[in-house]
């Protein structure tokens, strides 16, 4: 059975800003805040740090940045499947901007998912690609325009972030909607959140602040502030 991961959450995306100790010095934070502020977690690792940290942290979901489609046998250098899952993982990405992928390559990987229930969080760069990819079925979509990536200044049209929540809405309504292209700062996360995103997240806005432990904190907090502005709104 997959794993279930409950919304709003707050995703931190490595890349490869940091590698070794200070991946693990990360999760073992973000680990605690998600404790802390009662918010889940989810963090894309490094191959290499995924067994690591899933021994080091109890509430992180644990994500890998990519994936083949070979089964156990000959495929040297690919990355195998069952091999994350066994490393800890309970999910993988599709077609980042950094590893795009075609369509019949994204199909075959959410396939071979499937078989071992690992969560699918699908990467698209226009609301076309946002439709197309909702075809498919992931479990989450981050519909990020690759400009956008990297280097700050989130999306600001909210007319485009209901654009794309209307249309994977329309075909899966149980896919969870991420917006979080350029996230650069707790204000960021929490207007997002508050505006009723189910999730929000950020790489370069953490790795590159001053204090990346302080921001990915702040972050954090600002998702369950929302939660909580949220709630009493609603009363």
């Known amino acids: 059975m997959k794993p279930k991961i409950r919304t709003p959450y707050f995703e931190i995306g490595v890349k490869n800003y940091v590698y070794g100790d200070d991946v693990l010095r990360m999760a073992v934070h973000a680990d605690n805040c998600s404790r802390k502020y009662d918010v889940d977690v989810v963090m894309i690792v490094p191959y290499t740090e995924i067994r690591r940290i899933c021994e080091h942290t109890q509430n992180l979901h644990v994500f890998a940045p990519y994936m083949d489609t070979l089964r156990p046998g000959r495929g040297m250098a690919d990355v195998l499947p069952e091999a994350i899952k066994a490393a800890g993982a309970v999910g993988v990405v599709i077609n980042h901007c950094e590893r795009p992928m075609t369509l019949p ?26 439709r197309a990819l909702a075809q498919l079925h992931p479990d989450i979509i981050n519909p990020e325009p690759n400009e956008l990536i990297g280097g700050g200044g989130g999306v600001s049209s909210a007319e485009y972030v209901q654009a794309n929540i209307r249309a994977v809405k329309d075909i899966y309504e149980d896919i969870i909607v991420e917006q979080a292209a350029g996230v650069s700062s707790p204000d960021e996360v929490y207007n997002f959140i508050y505006a009723g995103c189910e999730a929000t997240g950020a790489a370069s806005g953490i790795f590159n602040a001053k204090d990346p432990l302080q921001m990915a904190e702040d972050m954090i907090a600002a998702v369950r502030r929302a939660i909580d502005d949220r709630a009493h709104r609603a009363e």
């Open 105 to 130: 390559q994204m199909k075959a990987t959410i396939d071979r998912a499937r078989e071992l229930d690992l969560l699918v969080f699908g990467c698209a760069d226009s609301l076309a690609e946002t």
